[in-house]
């Protein structure tokens, strides 16, 4: 045995999880919509439209992909985006809602709903877009393009918006863009994921972050370490606990740390030692009691090892969880299987294959949908250099346009039908309503 090599992890849990979850997909049945949606021809008409311009579509894809740019850094991307648009007609705005990476654009005459499709273009460090961003990016663009073309020849009433969001990892750019007026107006949002599965509907927890600073008292740590105060050992205390606290929480609750600091020197006493955690749950209510439960086991260290300490949470916006809305979401799966698509319904994949998204803040203030899009097969995790390479193989070109149909479609049925719109606001309310994320994160 290599002594150097860290050993590797059973695949045994996830092969099981793999086998159940294809078995229950093989006996599910998609999200039903009661709604007529648009007429046909218009469907078809919009359907055609994105096509027309899906060589553009891939080429933006394959573009971003290349050239990948951490968020708030997105300059390239959203010129893509917004050169693209500019070469069908499209006067998008660039640097707006207070941030500089951030992108509007618009189409149709009002006096109708408003459906916006947001688009992220934001990479990760190392492994550029190990979570298809690009994907995410054209079949946005794709998407307002078909309903463009559906308000101009006056198939339908309303506006259709493309907001760019920047930093999604991580800097919660929808968060900060709502905060400045950027969703006043929106009765809708969608925008879809790519994933190694078609889902109408999968749960993302929301995350909050919380850095501790523990201050000691510096000593010489072998003549006189009983006059010092250890910061490091109360980052310990405070990881330990946490480590208890998870045997106790419900089952997708998620609390993982890191230490940044833990100081300089093995013969010094640490004076100041300091680590950061995400916090994670699937509904608001139960992230707000973690949250409180994970800073009483972090106040509890400092006060064991005589220390003080600095709390500081959401040094970047916190993400809610994602509000599902199934009305939107089964007429999502009804255009999917128009592209010869099955979304699958909740509840067949894993729940506990959740990350979290700023999308769950634009879902908590109009209805919206966040579907998954296979582009790679289940043995590909998001954020991988693996999932980076499904995200420009030819299974992500497709998604690109299977998924800029699927978002204009349903994009398109609000528009057209009163009634699905009545009743996706209803799903809403009956869900809490319009939730003031600024007032609940106080």
Same mark, same amino acid.
């Given at each position: 045995?290599?002594?150097?090599?860290?050993?590797?992890?059973?695949?045994?849990?996830?092969?099981?999880?793999?086998?159940?979850?294809?078995?229950?997909?093989?006996?599910?049945?998609?999200?039903?919509?009661?709604?007529? +949606? &648009?007429?046909?021809?218009? *469907? =078809? %008409?919009? @359907? /055609?439209?994105?096509?027309a311009?899906?060589?553009? #579509?891939?080429?933006?894809?394959h573009?971003?992909?290349?050239?990948?740019?951490?968020?708030?850094?997105?300059?390239?991307?959203?010129r893509?985006l917004?050169?693209?648009?500019?070469?069908?007609?499209?006067?998008?705005?660039?640097g707006?809602?207070?941030?500089?990476?951030?992108?509007?654009?618009?189409?149709?005459?009002?006096?109708?709903?408003?459906?916006?499709?947001?688009?992220?273009?934001?990479?990760?460090?190392?492994?550029?877009?190990?979570?298809?961003?690009?994907?995410?990016a054209?079949?946005?663009? +794709? &998407?307002?393009?078909?309903? *463009? =073309? %559906?308000? @101009? /020849?006056?198939?339908?009433?309303?506006?259709?918006? #493309?907001?760019?969001?920047?930093?999604?990892?991580?800097?919660?750019?929808?968060?900060l863009?709502?905060r400045?007026?950027?969703?006043?107006?929106?009765?809708?949002?969608?925008?879809?994921?790519?994933?190694?599965?078609?889902?109408?509907?999968?749960p993302?927890?929301?995350?909050?972050?919380?850095?501790?600073?523990?201050?000691?008292?510096?000593?010489?740590?072998?003549?006189?370490?009983?006059?010092?105060r250890?910061?490091?050992?109360?980052?310990?205390?405070?990881?330990?606990?946490?480590?208890?606290?998870?045997?106790?929480?419900?089952?997708?609750?998620?609390?993982?740390?890191?230490?940044?600091?833990?100081?300089?020197?093995?013969n010094?006493?640490?004076?100041?030692?300091?680590?950061?955690?995400?916090?994670?749950?699937a509904?608001?209510?139960?992230?707000?009691?973690?949250?409180?439960?994970?800073?009483?086991?972090?106040?509890?260290?400092?006060?064991?090892?005589?220390?003080?300490?600095?709390?500081?949470?959401?040094?970047?916006?916190?993400?809610?969880?994602?509000?599902?809305?199934?009305e939107?979401?089964?007429?999502?799966?009804?255009?999917?299987?128009?592209?010869?698509?099955?979304?699958?319904p909740?509840?067949?994949?894993?729940?506990?294959?959740?990350?979290?998204?700023?999308?769950?803040?634009?879902?908590?203030?109009?209805?919206?949908?966040?579907?998954?899009?296979?582009?790679?097969?289940p043995?590909?995790?998001?954020?991988?250099?693996?999932?980076?390479?499904?995200?420009?193989?030819?299974?992500?070109?497709?998604?690109?346009?299977?998924?800029?149909?699927?978002?204009?479609?349903?994009?398109?049925?609000?528009?057209?039908?009163?009634?699905?719109?009545?009743?996706?606001?209803?799903?809403?309310?009956?869900?809490?309503?319009?939730?003031?994320?600024?007032?609940?994160?106080s």
């Open positions: 045995m290599d002594s150097h090599r860290p050993s590797a992890p059973d695949r045994t849990y996830l092969a099981s999880l793999r086998a159940a979850t294809e078995l229950a997909a093989a006996r599910a049945e998609p999200l039903a919509s009661a709604f007529d +949606g &648009a007429p046909e021809d218009v *469907r =078809a %008409a919009v @359907e /055609a439209a994105v096509e311009v899906g060589g553009d #579509l891939v080429a933006l894809s573009d971003l992909h290349a050239h990948p740019e951490e968020g708030f850094a997105e300059h390239r991307s959203v893509a917004a050169d693209l648009l500019a070469r069908h007609g499209v006067d998008a705005q660039v707006v809602h207070g941030l500089d990476t951030a992108l509007r654009a618009s189409a149709g005459r009002g006096g109708g709903p408003v459906v916006a499709v947001l688009a992220e273009y934001d990479a990760l460090p190392g492994v550029g877009h190990g979570c298809g961003h690009n994907v995410i054209a079949t946005a663009v +794709g &998407a307002f393009l078909g309903l *463009r =073309a %559906a308000l @101009e /020849a006056g198939s339908v009433t309303g506006t259709a918006l #493309l907001l760019g969001t920047p930093a999604e990892e991580g800097g919660g750019g929808k968060e863009m709502a400045a007026g950027a969703l006043d107006g929106v009765d809708v949002a969608v925008m879809l994921h790519p994933f190694s599965y078609d889902v109408a509907v999968q993302f927890l929301g995350r909050r972050q919380v850095r501790v600073t523990y201050r000691g008292v510096a000593a010489h740590a072998s003549a006189q370490p009983f006059m010092g250890n910061a490091l050992d109360a980052v310990v205390a405070g990881y330990q606990g946490v480590a208890m606290l998870r045997q106790h929480v419900p089952p997708s609750d998620r609390v993982h740390g890191i230490v940044l600091d833990g100081g300089q020197r093995p010094v006493v640490p004076e100041r030692a300091v680590a950061e955690y995400y916090v994670r749950s509904a608001p209510a139960t992230l707000a009691d973690l949250c409180d439960r994970v800073e009483k086991v972090l106040v509890a260290a400092a006060a064991m090892t005589g220390c003080g300490y600095e709390l500081e949470w959401d040094r970047q916006p916190a993400y809610l969880p994602i509000r599902a809305n199934l939107l979401a089964a007429r999502w799966s009804e255009h999917q299987r128009r592209r010869g698509r099955t979304a699958l909740p509840g067949v994949v894993p729940e506990s294959l959740a990350g979290s998204t700023d999308l769950g803040n634009v879902s908590v203030r109009v209805p919206a949908i966040h579907p998954m899009l296979a582009v790679s097969g043995e590909e995790s998001l954020h991988t250099s693996g999932f980076a390479a499904a995200a420009a193989s030819p299974a992500a070109d497709a998604a690109v346009l299977d998924g800029a149909v699927g978002l204009a479609l349903t994009g398109l049925d609000v528009l057209a039908d009163p009634s699905l719109l009545e009743a996706v606001r209803a799903e809403f309310e009956a869900a809490g309503g319009v939730l003031d994320v600024e007032d609940f994160l």
